[in-house]
C-alpha cells in the first residue's frame, strides 16, 4: 500500500469521494460557498496513540475519533475496529453519519472512531482493555459524553465493547445521572433498546421495500413493482448483511447469493440465510454449504451474478470502474458506508440502473440509537407508563361494543385488539415510519429538481438543505 505521509496514513480518497458527491449534489442548493465548504469540512480529528500490554511486551494502538459536524450536539456515529482503518476512512464514515442524521431527521452531528487493529488477533481481556483505555483517551479530551459525542457500534466491535465504553464512562463521571446516554448500541441489561441490533439490518430491508413499492419508478428500471419475488444478493454476512437478508426473505424477497470474504455462493431457487449462518458459524466458511449450487473462490464473482437487487453490506469501495460493468442487479441498495464509488454510480446509472445510497439505507442503525439515547435521558422504558392504560382503555372498549353489538370476539381477536405497545414494537415502528418518510423525501427532491441525476444527490441535497438551515438558526451563517 503506497503512504503519502510519514506516519504511514494510506493514500485513500473516500473522504474526497464523499466530498465529491457533496460538491455535485451542492450545485442543486443556493447556499453561500462559505456555508458549504463549512458543512463540507470535519470540524475536528482527534488522532492519538496508546499502548497496551499484550504476551510479555507492550503494542502501541492507533486509534481516532472525527468530530465532522457540531449543527447539531452530541455527534453521532460508531468505532470501527479493523485493521484497514485509516484517517481517511475515519473522517468520511464521520461525514456520512452528518449527512445520514439529517436524511432521517435525527437530531444529531456526525462522528465516527477507528480502532486499528483486527479483533481476532487480540483474546477478549486484551479487546477490553483497548476499548477501556480508547474511552479514557476520549474522555481526556471531551472526545465523549451523552450531550458532546456518543459512540455505537460500527463494524468490529458490538454490544460487548458498548458495555465497556459505557462502563468506563460512568465510572469516570460518578454521579452523572445520564452517564448511560454517553453510548448506544448497549446491552439490553445495561440500559440498551430492544431491536437496536437488527436495527440497521431492518432498516436497510425496509427502505427496499418501500423503493420497490413503486410502480412508476420500478417500470423505468425494467422491473415490477413489490418486493415479493425479488432476487436479492447479499454482500456480508454480519450485522447487517444477516439481518438485511433475514428481513428481506421475511417480506418475501428470495436470497439467491451470499457472499463473504472467503468466497460466495448462489443458488438461484433461493438461500436459507439462516442455514448458511449457522453454516459457517460451524465451518467457519460459507463454502461447502449443501444448498448452494454454485461456489464462487473469487467472492466478488459472487456480486456479478443474476439478481435483480445487490446488497453490498460489508465495507467501502466494492463496487468500482472495475466490476461495474459485470454487476447484473438493476438496484445496489447500500447496506454498508461507501460501497461504490462515484464513477461506478455513474456508470450503473448510465445503464438503466438505480442505487438506495448508504446514507439512506443503512440509516435504521442512528435511527434506533436515537431511541436509546431518548431512553437512557429519560431513565424509563418506552411503554413502562402507558402500556397497561392502553390496554385498560382498549378493554373498556371491546366490552362495550360487545356489549351493543352483542357479538363476542374470540380470545385471540380481543387480544390483537387490546394488547398496549411493548418497547420493541415502538421502535420497530419508529423504524418504520423513520424509513418510509424518509425515502418519500429523497424521491420528492428527486422527482421535483430539475436535471437532478441520482437518488443520492437528492439525499444530499436534503441534508445540505437542512444542515445549511441548522446553521442559520445558530446565527453563525446569516
Ligand atoms: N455505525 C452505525 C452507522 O454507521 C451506527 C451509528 C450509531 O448508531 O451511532 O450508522
Known sequence: MTTNNSVGVPDNHFFGDVCKFFDHAATFTKHDAGLLDQIKSCNSVYRFRFPIRKGNGFEVIDAWRVEHSHHQSPTKGGIRYSEMVNEDE?????????????????????????????PKNYTVGELENITRRYTVELIKKNFIGPSIDVPAPDYGSGEREMSWIADTYATMNPGQLDAMGAVT??????????????????????????????????????????ISGKRVIVQGLGNVGYHSAKFLTEFGAIVVGLCEYEGAIYNADGLDVESVFQHRKATGSILGYAGAKREFIDSMEGLEQPCDILVPAAL???????????????IIAEGANGPTTPEAEAAFYQKGGLIIPDMYANAGGVTVSYFEWLKNLSHVAFGR?????????????????????????????????????????????????????????IRETFMNTEKIDTLRTAAFVGAINKIAVSYQNLGVWP
Open 90 to 118: 475515519v473522517m468520511a464514515l464521520a461525514a456520512l453519519m452528518t449527512y445520514k442524521c439529517a436524511i432521517v431527521n435525527v437530531p444529531f452531528g456526525g462522528a465516527k472512531g477507528g480502532i486499528k487493529i483486527n
Open 185 to 226: 448500541g448497549k446491552p439490553i441489561a445495561l440500559q440498551g433498546i430492544a431491536g437496536r441490533r437488527e436495527a440497521t439490518g431492518r432498516g436497510v430491508a425496509i427502505a427496499i421495500r418501500e423503493c420497490v413499492s413503486v410502480g412508476e419508478d420500478m417500470q423505468k428500471i425494467g422491473l415490477t413493482a413489490g
Open 316 to 330: 467501502e469501495n466494492q463496487i468500482t470502474s472495475a466490476n461495474i460493468g459485470k454487476i447484473q442487479a438493476k
Open 385 to 441: 407508563m402507558n402500556r397497561r392504560f392502553e390496554e385498560n382503555s382498549n378493554l373498556n372498549l371491546v366490552n362495550m361494543v360487545e356489549g351493543i353489538t352483542g357479538v363476542a370476539l374470540n380470545s385471540v381477536q380481543r387480544s390483537t385488539i387490546v394488547k398496549g405497545a411493548s418497547e420493541l414494537e415502538l421502535v420497530n415502528s419508529g423504524l418504520e415510519d423513520t424509513m418510509i418518510r424518509s425515502y418519500h423525501e
